[in-house]
């Protein structure tokens, strides 16, 4: 794999050629963050922190994930916390 780099939304996004022992595998690192990725049997990939989104291509898949963390940030700290069970403060 060759390493790759780019800006999505103003967000830097690299895949980075990793070895650990005789094994060779892509990096995901977005803002500088190391993020966590899988492989199903066919060649799928997804995100750990987020299972429901999946794709045969991890530089795709590593957009959405910033338009998800977007959109998520974009949200009201109230309407947060009412959707994971708590109240919001007042």
């Known amino acids: 794999m060759t390493p790759e780099k780019w800006d999505h ?3 830097e996004i690299e895949l980075r050629d990793t070895q ?9 690192v977005v803002d500088g963050e190391s993020i966590a990725y899988g492989q ?4 799928t990939f997804f995100l750990q922190d987020n299972a429901y989104e999946w794709d045969r291509d991890l530089r795709r898949l590593a957009t959405r ?5 977007e ?5 009201p700290a109230a309407t ?5 069970g708590h109240r919001g403060i007042a």
Do not use: C, P, W
């Open 65 to 69: 994930l910033v338009e998800y963390r």
């Open 71 to 75: 959109r998520i940030d974009a949200q």
């Open 40 to 43: 199903l049997f066919d060649g």
């Open 20 to 28: 650990r022992g005789t094994r060779r595998r892509a990096e995901l």
């Open 9 to 11: 939304r103003g967000h």
């Open 80 to 84: 947060l916390s009412t959707k994971r």
